[in-house]
């Protein structure tokens, strides 16, 4: 079991973004296939064993079981509720504890270190997803031959470039990928894995090329308030280690240098709600929802009905979840975040998670869904930091 453990990790962190190519279906996507195989590694080592490993487990965890029984109840007032939409959050939820009860990533003695796998597989999809993009760039290869969903389908551009989008259905889901697991995991490996400072600053550029090639206004955004959180709740402790101090003032310096030249001008437009593309979409979106929301407030108005009603989810989870599924579920969720964010910055865990994992909730405000299980990922990640000797 300890090696299929080891497999299936690897699988659903290798996958986790790929959830625009390589699929069958909606339901037989990639990263489906990778985390229900995980779960049921999990499941199965239950069964052996007798017992499930709950020292990850925290008090505020039952919050997500309220969530899923306020949607059930809500269903009944809002009928036309689309249950798929519940099945997926549960789907989440239960890989979620799948990884926080699995004793074979907990306990220390069986040599499987969850944070070292993901900072390796973090530090190899950086370098494919780049890969990727470049071969598209340059047309060195065919990609619509390999990545059904390039197909007959226009790509974004930004000044000439084509935006990345990985894997991912849009750069937006890439960037979003990229500013959690993928910039924790580079941060992991240079400051406690690599051994030489060639291959750390390699990883560092390659990682901020990546961001940048996603040419995402929310990314940049979110990591930016983030570090300004992180650096109002943490530096005032002087707990930080060098070694952090030294990569945050990395990620600040690239991200001044962006924000200062030309190169980013219509991303910081975008940033501040200016008249240009997404952005001002959001805005008329979101003074729907306040329009909306005096009818809806305790019900909502059904889960996955505002692509139905109003031809598209309106650009922010947050938003979205309020008009479809009304105050109550909102706040358990936004509760949740709130707890987990304060839990991990009281612990004993590698607090510059609070840099990937910020960003991540922040982003939720302007990307409309929850379904890529990233920032619960990262609080996983985060309490087993917590167990670690770092």
């Given at each position: 079991?300890?090696?299929?453990?080891?497999?299936?990790?690897?699988l659903f962190?290798f996958?986790?973004?790929?959830n625009?190519?390589?699929?069958?279906?909606?339901?037989i996507?990639?990263?489906?296939?990778?985390?229900?195989?995980?779960i049921a590694?999990?499941?199965?080592?239950?069964v052996?064993?007798?017992?499930?490993?709950?020292?990850?487990?925290r008090g505020e965890?039952i919050?997500?079981?309220?969530?899923?029984?306020a949607?059930?109840v809500?269903?009944?007032?809002?009928?036309?509720?689309?249950?798929?939409?519940?099945?997926s959050?549960v789907?989440v939820?239960?890989?979620?504890?799948?990884?926080l009860?699995?004793?074979?990533?907990?306990?220390?003695?069986?040599?499987?270190?969850?944070l070292?796998?993901?900072?390796?597989?973090?530090?190899?999809?950086i370098?494919?997803?780049?890969?990727?993009?470049?071969?598209?760039?340059?047309?060195?290869?065919?990609l619509s031959e390999?990545?059904?969903?390039l197909?007959?389908?226009?790509?974004?551009?930004?000044?000439?470039?084509?935006?990345?989008y990985?894997?991912?259905?849009?750069?937006?889901?890439?960037?979003?990928?990229?500013?959690?697991?993928?910039?924790?995991g580079?941060?992991?490996?240079?400051?406690?894995?690599?051994?030489?400072?060639?291959?750390?600053w390699?990883?560092?550029?390659?990682?901020?090329?990546?961001l940048?090639?996603?040419f995402?206004?929310?990314a940049f955004?979110?990591?930016?308030?983030?570090?300004?959180?992180?650096?109002?709740?943490?530096?005032?402790?002087?707990?930080?280690?060098?070694n952090?101090?030294?990569?945050?003032?990395?990620?600040?310096?690239?991200l001044v240098?962006?924000?200062?030249?030309?190169?980013?001008?219509?991303?910081?437009?975008?940033?501040?709600?200016?008249e240009?593309?997404?952005?001002?979409?959001?805005?008329?979106?979101?003074?729907?929802?306040?329009?909306?929301?005096?009818?809806?407030?305790?019900?909502g108005?059904?889960?996955?009905?505002?692509?139905?009603?109003y031809?598209?989810s309106?650009?922010?989870?947050?938003?979205?979840?309020?008009?479809e599924?009304?105050?109550?579920?909102?706040?358990?969720?936004?509760v949740?975040?709130?707890?987990?964010y304060?839990r991990?910055?009281?612990?004993?865990?590698?607090?510059?998670?609070l840099?990937?994992?910020?960003a991540?909730?922040?982003?939720?405000?302007?990307?409309?869904t929850?379904y890529?299980?990233?920032?619960f990922?990262?609080?996983?990640?985060?309490?087993?930091s917590?167990?670690r000797?770092?």
């Amino acid at each position: 079991m300890r090696v299929l453990t080891y497999i299936s990790t690897i699988l659903f962190l290798f996958t986790l973004s790929w959830n625009g190519n390589f699929i069958v279906s909606d339901v037989i996507r990639p990263y489906v296939i990778t985390t229900t195989l995980f779960i049921a590694i999990s499941f199965i080592n239950i069964v052996i064993t007798g017992k499930i490993c709950n020292k990850l487990t925290r008090g505020e965890d039952i919050l997500l079981l309220y969530f899923i029984v306020a949607l059930l109840v809500l269903s009944i007032f809002a009928p036309d509720s689309n249950f798929n939409y519940i099945t997926s959050y549960v789907f989440v939820f239960v890989f979620y504890a799948s990884i926080l009860t699995n004793r074979y990533c907990i306990e220390s003695q069986y040599g499987l270190d969850i944070l070292r796998i993901n900072a390796y597989v973090a530090v190899g999809s950086i370098f494919l997803l780049l890969l990727i993009y470049f071969l598209k760039v340059y047309y060195l290869i065919d990609l619509s031959e390999i990545l059904p969903r390039l197909k007959d389908r226009q790509q974004a551009i930004y000044m000439g470039m084509p935006r990345n989008y990985g894997l991912s259905t849009e750069p937006g889901a890439l960037s979003f990928y990229v500013e959690t697991i993928l910039l924790y995991g580079a941060y992991y490996f240079i400051t406690h894995i690599s051994r030489s400072a060639m291959l750390s600053w390699l990883v560092g550029i390659f990682f901020v090329v990546l961001l940048v090639t996603t040419f995402s206004a929310g990314a940049f955004a979110s990591i930016s308030l983030s570090i300004m959180l992180y650096g109002l709740l943490i530096i005032r402790q002087r707990s930080i280690g060098i070694n952090t101090l030294f990569f945050i003032t990395f990620l600040l310096f690239i991200l001044v240098f962006f924000y200062a030249t030309n190169f980013t001008g219509d991303i910081i437009e975008k940033v501040t709600l200016g008249e240009t593309h997404s952005s001002s979409g959001r805005l008329e979106k979101w003074m729907l929802a306040l329009n909306i929301l005096p009818n809806s407030i305790l019900t909502g108005v059904g889960l996955g009905q505002t692509t139905v009603i109003y031809e598209g989810s309106f650009l922010s989870y947050f938003v979205t979840l309020i008009v479809e599924t009304g105050i109550i579920p909102t706040l358990i969720m936004l509760v949740y975040f709130l707890l987990s964010y304060v839990r991990i910055l009281s612990s004993r865990c590698d607090k510059f998670i609070l840099i990937p994992l910020g960003a991540g909730m922040i982003h939720l405000s302007v990307i409309s869904t929850i379904y890529y299980p990233y920032v619960f990922v990262l609080i996983a990640l985060a309490r087993f930091s917590s167990i670690r000797k770092l």
